[in-house]
């Protein structure tokens, strides 16, 4: 039977005693009428994919069709080089992956959509980063990327995954409680911690509006992406911890498309209300469209 709701995931988890990215590939395999391996393989395809667009992101500083946008991945590590991220290590690759990833986006370059190409450098980011520095196995992250699928496939049950219909928080915010799950898995996480951990961030992140200026996902797309990954360490070490939501995941979800609902269509990726209809957001429009 398919796995409809996070509850229908906790259930199946605890019946069989198996972790959530065992029964995800599972479900996966189920849904695509394949066998579990096939499963492991696509998502080592897509974890490879990932990395790439990384190693890519980090060598260009070509700049996006706008002129604004595709240099600021490399102002990273050459702060960082001169003096360390207060957070560390990790915050500092987190951050620079994050932007790498989303640069290469916008530069047409191969990219792993998870769940959507403007949310693209989040989940990468985490699992990318974390694996380096915590020296974690291949298995472990491909464990941790079907992990992050499943939550997204629940998700998207009960909402599409687009700003267009609920707003950034279905696009980055979803991205984001993806990869705080997906970090649990990673560094060994009870079952209940990786829903928590989903839930923490999903719900600290609901009313996040998509008012790309000009349209493009470049502002303030790329750099929402390091954030929002950054949001994802902090949903997972609080569930880590033991902190858990009060309110259930699955009433998150269904608070998320209400929400969505309820967002006016000028902040539905229409570029038409938010940082879009700034001044200065209306004055790089005219700048840009003044020269095609």
């Not at 472990?140 to 700003?163: C, E, H, M, W």
């Not at 303030?220 to 939501?245: D, M, Q, W, Y």
């Not at 539905?268 to 003044?290: D, H, I, R």
Request: overall charge negative; charged content about 25%.
């Amino acid at each position: 039977m398919a796995i409809l709701s996070f509850e229908d995931l906790v259930k199946r988890c605890k019946e069989e005693n198996k972790s959530v990215s065992e029964i995800a590939q599972e479900n996966e395999a189920m849904l695509s009428e394949t066998y579990v391996d096939a499963v492991r393989l696509r998502v080592l395809e897509n974890l490879l994919a990932m990395r790439n667009a990384i190693k890519n992101g980090l060598k260009s500083t070509e700049k996006s069709v706008s002129n604004w946008c595709g240099d600021d991945c490399v102002k990273l590590p050459q702060r960082y080089a001169k003096k360390g991220a207060l957070f560390g290590k990790v915050f500092e690759k987190i951050t620079t992956y994050a932007l790498a990833t989303a640069e290469e986006n916008l530069r047409m370059g191969r990219i792993v959509a998870c769940p959507t190409a403007g949310s693209c450098g989040i989940v990468p980011s985490v699992i990318v980063a974390v694996s380096e520095e915590e020296n974690i196995s291949e298995k472990v992250q491909v464990d941790a990327l079907l992990t992050a699928g499943i939550i997204g496939l629940i998700v998207s049950n009960k909402v599409q995954l687009a700003g267009a219909v609920a707003g950034c928080q279905a696009e980055c915010g979803v991205a984001s409680a993806m990869a705080a799950g997906a970090l649990v898995q990673m560094l060994g996480g009870e079952v209940d911690e990786v829903i928590q951990a989903s839930a923490l961030a999903m719900k600290n992140i609901l009313g996040l509006t998509c008012d790309p200026v000009c349209g493009l996902v470049e502002v303030p797309c790329i750099k929402r992406n390091a954030f929002l990954a950054v949001h994802a360490v902090t949903a997972a070490e609080l569930a880590l911890c033991g902190v858990e939501s009060k309110i259930p995941i699955d009433e998150i979800v269904d608070t998320l498309k209400i929400t969505g609902q309820m967002m006016s269509p000028l902040l539905k990726e229409t570029a038409k209300g938010g940082l879009s209809q700034t001044k200065t957001a209306q004055e790089l429009e005219k700048k840009l469209y003044a020269t095609k």
